[in-house]
């Protein structure tokens, strides 16, 4: 299988700030990643895919970027509604797994 | 609009089977497939498995094979997931989620569904 090694696993930040989580993955895995973020008591939702694509209706202040193995997704400017768990996905080769999350929260 | 809607939450015994429901609506149910992803509580997503709601192509985790079963009915666009031979570590949010049949991600979820082994 597939290891996503995502860090850090908390993270605590400022309004405003930009927030980095970052995906490693254990071998190529191309495009083929997405970021989620999870609520409590909520479902994941969608907000990147294909690496680098905005899912509908996600505020552009989230971008997501490759360098290699290496997956990034970035909040430009943290805001109240940004706090929640970040998950990876990869879907390049089945069992599709994901990242062990990102808890973040406001300082 | 899309939505999927699990079953409610489920109380069982160890050594018991559950058998949980995804119903979708908002679009053709055979043209996706219902995936099925694991929470366990304060933790992370285990991908259990996919079926092809049209073809009846099912895809398990190896994790998983033995524990999950899959089907589904058309008439009612219902996808079902059973899980056998129940432990404590089986005790988790169950998800469905609606997924591309080859390679991709989860644009919509169910609400989930809480499942707790315990005597």
């Known amino acids: 299988d597939i290891q996503m090694t995502q860090s850090p696993a908390s993270l605590s930040a400022s309004l405003e700030e930009i927030v980095t989580i970052t995906c490693q993955a254990s071998?190529?895995?191309?495009?083929?990643l997405a970021w989620y973020q999870q609520k409590p008591g909520k479902s994941p939702q969608l907000l990147i895919y294909?690496?680098?694509s905005l899912a509908d209706g996600v505020p552009s202040r989230f971008s997501g970027s490759r360098s290699g193995t290496q997956y990034s997704l970035k909040i430009s400017r943290l805001q109240v509604e940004d706090i929640g768990i970040y998950y990876c996905?990869?879907?390049?080769?089945?069992?599709?797994?994901f990242g062990g999350g990102t808890k973040l929260e406001l300082k | 609009q899309v939505q999927l809607q699990q079953s409610g939450a489920e109380l069982v015994k160890p050594g018991s089977s559950v058998k949980m429901s995804c119903k979708a609506s908002g679009y053709t149910f055979t043209s996706y497939y219902i995936y099925w992803i694991k929470q366990r509580p304060g933790q992370g997503l285990e991908w259990i498995g996919r079926?092809?709601?049209?073809?009846?192509?099912?895809n398990y985790n190896e994790k998983f094979k033995g524990k999950a079963t899959f089907t589904v009915d058309k008439s009612s666009s219902t996808a079902y997931m059973q899980l056998s031979s129940l432990t404590p570590e089986d005790t988790a949010v169950y998800y469905c989620?609606?997924?591309?049949?080859?390679?991709?991600?989860?644009?919509?979820w169910g609400q989930g569904t809480l499942v707790t082994v315990s005597s």
């Open positions: 996905q990869q879907a390049s080769s089945t069992p599709w797994t």
């Open positions: 079926i092809g709601p049209g073809s009846g192509d099912t």
């Open positions: 989620a609606r997924g591309p049949a080859t390679r991709g991600w989860f644009a919509y």
């Open positions: 294909g690496t680098t």
């Open positions: 071998q190529n895995i191309g495009n083929w």
